[in-house]
């Protein structure tokens, strides 16, 4: 029963994703241009989900301040960058997420462990940041993977 509740919310959000975010949204325009293939909601500062219905995989991650707009952006488009250079045919959801995962390890992870260290920093510290910019990274690379760009 719970299942086919959600298989008719999808579709009723999908039918009409301006009724989930309203006009001029991000993820409203994501499902208007991608269907099914994508669900997508973002909601107050920092919170960001999506789902990929034909592959059942789903993501949520809840940044504690909401900052980073302007940080996201420009990962997405890095993000972008990266996968497109695949070639043509490997833009997937596996390999969106694969190659977040490796732009994640190679400067991420990276650059804060040597920035948080030079500041003498908590370890904490640097795995709570790592773990948030860990989930922006795959949520962007499974979004463009999923999207084919």
Request: overall charge positive.
């Amino acid at each position: 029963m719970r299942a086919k509740a959600a298989a008719r919310l999808r579709t009723a959000c999908l039918a009409h994703p301006w009724h989930v975010a309203g006009t001029g949204r991000l993820c409203t325009d994501i499902m208007r241009l991608f269907g099914a293939r994508v669900f997508v909601k973002t909601g107050a500062e920092g919170v960001y989900c999506a789902a990929f219905p034909d592959s059942g995989l789903g993501l949520a991650v809840k940044c504690d301040d909401g900052a980073g707009r302007a940080a996201e952006v420009i990962m997405a488009w890095a993000l972008a960058g990266g996968i497109g250079h695949l070639g043509p045919g490997q833009v997937t959801l596996k390999n969106g997420v694969i190659s977040a995962l490796f732009m994640w390890v190679g400067f991420v992870a990276t650059t804060m462990a040597v920035n948080n260290a030079f500041g003498q920093r908590k370890a904490a510290l640097t795995v709570i940041d790592g773990i948030h910019w860990l989930g922006v990274l795959v949520i962007q690379g499974a979004i463009i993977g999923a999207m084919g760009v």
